[in-house]
């Protein structure tokens, strides 16, 4: 290698190192602040006294004169000459300086008008003179000669986006949408991380860089490869047959030879081909064991290889949450804040291809953590909370899924003001927000538009944010819950694939074609008998672990062939967040891992529900379905009424004895926009049915006078009344209280505990 080609070299792998360096710098600085702070600013001290040997080594003069003005002022904070706060303040600058004088050739070596500054700003705060460009009086450095490439390249050197070193580049770590982010958030950005975790040194020496798409061209092949050592074992399967076949073929031979008079001189050559067929046979049958044996072992090794490949396109959640610490800080101090981040386990891995995804979605879930769940420190003393809040991110493995979680103990979200904004910003209309449930008025912040901020600033108010977080989750097969408790903080749960190259899924069938449900979407299978079947609300559903969900032909809902041929259909149970519903499908196949690839063609590409396609052994391609779009799907079908623009006006007539049960049903009327008259009990319900017209009539069963059976069947038998619409609303749920509402008339038979504004919004819609 020529001399210029080593220099060059050499500067690649310095910038490579110290972006990796300037991270640990940082997260260093940032634990001053700490107990730890005596280990923390021996670690930083370190790094910087090995930037700086190394910077004026390579000619890179400013670079290795920062880092010497820095370690002045780490030493000045530890002796008590210099405040903890203003030191972390400028070491963290001087890191931002740095990581623009490693992208500026010239400026890195002879110095800029913002790194002489910074010089200037690290040396007054820490006593000592400004240090000379090019090292200290008396320095023993033996610096190379300056490298100047012949001409500048287009990008980055050191982050060329085809190999596999994870940075930043594509999203700031806290970005206002549509808007530049303030000061401190925009140096935050700067930010770039690698694969090799900080934790594991040791592994380091032993890791190499490999071009990504070598790695996505490697995923691809072990899929292909594993479905074709499983035609392998296939074919293997039919040779085994087929010698079966023959070895029968030949005894049929020989039986058929000894029943024969076959003369002496061809008895000689009888017992001949008889040895021959018997040999034969051994020799087919030892093929086949050690052919099926083959077969099985190179399966084995495939199906590591893929494992192997799949493990080395994870790369540690460090790489994106290393930089969450100091643009918290950053964004909490800017808003007068203070926050405590906790992050646990993130050295734990996920596919290189979701990172990018995975670090938008953090984002924009810590952004909202500090802006909107956060109370100020005064805040928080009234409320009796420690001055700092406290923001965590958790992460776990379930199975095949990775599980994040961001919670914080901050305000809670209100479900009442949510449905309020809702309707202010004309997202839904009174009625619509009335009928919502709490789940789904917390919910409400997931969609494109929606803020609690009546003003735009750099960090919240557009309705950009948590509706990216949902569409960027669920892109990748995931799902997105959460949990709030007014006053006691909200968590968020993002519950995510490992990795989006090999997947488990159950193949199903529908028709002649197969499609596969990703296995960590799957509940359960089950076969849907006649009596298990039950009519919800008017959606069909099927009881499962206790509990109705919906009741859905898969074939159907795709526009496809297949659908409910038999009496018990199999079905199969998806879950996505805290919904279910049990897809009827016409029969299972099997579960195994598959390779995923997007869909081809104009035939597949764009089509609603799918994810991608799998080649199978049998030469069939399975389509892979997105459970996500599937259940979004069911729920808008399982509840047309909040849906609605409108919502017609009727006057009902509630009669309950009690007048809480009264008050309570009324008002869940009342939320749908109805307006309601009350009588208590059976006696002056007839009498105020007779009075005057009512579209619709609820009633309890157990009343004084007239319970709530004879008094549907005098109305069902009084001309003038017999059209009207009569639910029964009771705390008895047994068969044969529904049987008796049944013979009395009923049109509808409610339980009081199970009833909601939207079962009760449902019902009333399938009746009017």
Partial sequence: MDTEALKRSLLQKFQEVSADRLQKIQLGVLDLEKPTADQAADEVARELHTMKGEARMLGLAAIGQIAHAAEDLLRAERDGKAATEV???????????????????????GGTPASQEMCEALSAASGHAVPPIGGVKGASYTALPAIRPAAPPAEP???????????????EPFPAPAAPPPAPLARAAKAEHHEEPHAHKALAD?????????????????GDLLVESARGRLRASQIESLLQRFSRLGDRFLKLAERLDVPNVMRNDLEHIEGDLHMLR??????????????????????????HVAEARLVPLSTVFDAFPRAVRDLSRAQGKEVDLVIENADLGV????????????????????????????????????NAGRLRIRVRVDGDMLS??????????????????????????????????????????????????EEVTDISGRGVGMDVVKKKVESLGGSVG??????????????????????????????????????????????????DRMEVFGTLAVKHRGKPIALVGLGPLLGVNGGNRFDKPPAVVVRHGDDHAALVVDGFVDEREVAVKPCGGEFLKGAAFIAGTA??????????????????????????????????????LLVDDSPIARATESALVKALGHSVDEAQDGEEGYLRAQSQPYDLILTDVQMPRLDGFSFTRRLKSTAGLARTPVIVLSSLASPEDRRRGAEAGADAYLVKGELGVESLAQTIDRLT
């Fill in 157 to 171: 050197v050191p982050h060329a986006p085809n190999v596999l070193e994870v940075t930043a580049e594509s999203v």
């Fill in 482 to 531: 959460i949990v709030s408790r007014l006053g006691r903080g909200s968590t968020f749960t993002l519950r995510l694939p490992q990795s989006l190259a090999l997947m488990k899924v159950l193949l199903v069938r529908l028709g002649d074609d197969v499609y596969g449900i990703p296995a960590a979407d799957v509940v359960a299978v089950m076969r849907v008998k006649p009596d």
């Fill in 87 to 109: 030191a972390t303040d400028l070491l963290l600058r001087a890191c931002d300086t740095i990581s623009d004088l490693l992208e500026d050739h010239s400026g890195a070596q």
């Fill in 615 to 652: 080649a199978l052994e049998d030469g069939r391609i399975a389509v892979l379905l997105h459970v996500p779009d599937i259940m979004t799907e069911v729920r808008r079908m399982a509840r047309p009424v909040t849906q609605g623009t409108s919502i017609k006006r009727l006057k009902v």
């Fill in 206 to 222: 032993r890791s190499i860089r490999v071009n990504v798409e070598v790695l996505d061209s490697l995923g691809l092949l072990a």
């Fill in 282 to 307: 051994d020799d087919a049958f030892r093929f086949v064991r050690t052919n099926g044996d083959g077969i099985e072992t190179l399966h084995s090794s495939l199906a590591m290889m893929a494992d």
């Fill in 351 to 386: 596919d290189r291809s979701m990172l990018n995804d995975v670090r938008d979605a953090l984002v924009h879930l810590l952004r909202n953590g500090v802006d909107h769940g956060l109370e100020t420190p005064d805040e928080r003393r009234m409320l009796g909370k420690p």
């Fill in 404 to 453: 994040i979680e961001v919670d914080d103990d901050g305000r809670g979200m209100d479900p009442q003001r949510l449905r309020e904004v809702a309707v202010r910003k004309r997202l839904l209309t009174d009625h619509q927000a009335a009928a919502l449930s709490e789940r789904e008025a917390i919910e409400l912040v997931f969609r494109p538009g929606f803020s609690t901020r």
